[in-house]
């Protein structure tokens, strides 16, 4: 059997976990209130258990509705009750004893602090416990529920996740783990737009401001940096389709470029137009042998597009992940401050996107500015799945 003086004075320090071994109910607790209508009623459960740090076997009264109760919280009513029902058993227990010079405010504070009822444990199911809660502990495995309801974009929520990692020694599974990308904040505004013609105006991705362009042009008398930094980009792309770059004219706001294969069988001629800005806004086809090799040429210097710095490289290749299956392709992009401009085509039709983000990584905002028709708008809007 238990030593019943002994197990009452084991000490068990809060956080503390135990197996338990039998389970009683204790005749509840009815106290009557100043002010309310009804007495108010608590519960007790008389529990055995053995506390899994030392071994030891303990038996003790909890409080049932605690256990049970979806946050580990009382309402200011049961507290009371607790309170005003074991000042009356005490002074019960006193009616009969003499007042002595040694005031009474003693022996009720001993009284008090030994009163089973007032002094029920406050358990909670040990299977599951906040992360606060389990500081401190080490558990071999462990199931994380990552859903806090705080959001997961913040500095708080990853000091969260690393304190989960230091309380885990061997297994830790992860529940609702939020994917977080840089859509994770993003919303959808489709009330910005109208019909409107959607014409992209820097058809070759190239940076006009390269420091590339600083070098001299050794094979054509190009003058300026920014055209040599077109020259050299279409040598770029080109030579992977083992297509060269064999004439060269500059015009005013237009370069007349021509090109052969490596086998010098096909040729053509391009006449570039660009704005005060270096920015190529057209081509045209000045002659072709054969005709096809122009288009062969014109999809190659134009199939790239400028994708800027990184969180830009990342925002773009998730925005294709999504508009790939359905057939959408982005012809080009406008970077600026903050946001960007995309320019969308389908066999539906053209829209021109603008994609707002923050400073921490995350796009905010999405909405069309102009769209050929309002058919292209739903299916970018149900390609994104904003």
């Avoid at 708080?156 to 990308?181: A, E, H």
């Amino acid at each position: 059997e238990v030593d019943e003086q002994k197990l009452e004075q084991t000490y068990i320090s809060n956080n503390s976990f135990a197996e338990v071994i039998e389970v009683n109910p204790n005749t509840p607790l009815i106290q009557p209130l100043k002010g309310r209508e009804q007495p108010i009623q608590i519960n007790f459960l008389r529990i055995r258990v053995r506390l899994l740090e030392n071994g030891k076997e303990v038996e003790f009264l909890c409080l049932s509705d605690y256990l049970y109760a979806e946050k580990p919280e009382f309402d200011k009513d049961t507290l009371v009750a607790l309170r005003v029902s074991a000042t009356t058993r005490f002074k019960q227990q006193q009616k009969q004893v003499i007042e002595s010079e040694e005031s009474d405010n003693s022996s009720e504070a001993k009284f008090l602090r030994n009163d089973p009822y007032l002094n029920a444990a406050r358990l909670r199911f040990g299977y599951a416990l906040t992360l606060h809660r389990a500081q401190g502990q080490k558990f071999k495995t462990a199931i994380a529920n990552m859903e806090t309801g705080q959001g997961p974009t913040n500095a708080t929520y990853f000091r969260w996740v690393y304190t989960l990692f230091s309380v885990v020694q061997n297994r830790l599974f992860i529940l609702n783990f939020p994917s977080i990308t840089p859509f994770f904040k993003a919303t959808w505004n489709g009330s910005q737009g109208k019909l409107d013609s959607v014409v992209f105006k820097d058809i070759i991705a190239f940076d006009p401001e390269s420091e590339a362009g600083d070098a001299n042009i050794s094979a054509f008398p190009i003058h300026e940096k920014p055209l040599k930094n077109l020259y050299l980009h279409l040598v770029e792309i080109l030579i992977v389709h083992r297509i060269q770059v064999i004439s060269y004219k500059h015009n005013s706001y237009q370069e007349v470029y021509g090109f052969s294969s490596e086998d010098d069988t096909e040729m053509c001629s391009l006449r570039l137009h660009y704005n005060g800005k270096f920015q190529v806004t057209r081509i045209e086809i000045v002659k072709s042998e054969p005709m096809e090799f122009a288009t062969v040429v014109v999809d190659a210097i134009t199939s790239k597009l400028r994708l800027g710095n990184e969180f830009q490289q990342t925002v773009h290749d998730l925005i294709k992940a999504k508009l790939d299956p359905h057939k959408i392709v982005i012809q080009g992009i406008e970077h600026h401050d903050y946001h960007e401009i995309y320019y969308l085509k389908s066999d539906m039709g053209a829209l021109k996107m603008q994609v707002f983000y923050d400073g921490d990584g995350f796009v905010t905002q999405v909405f069309p500015i102009g769209y050929t028709n309002v058919q292209v708008v739903e299916l970018v809007h149900l390609a994104l799945e904003l």
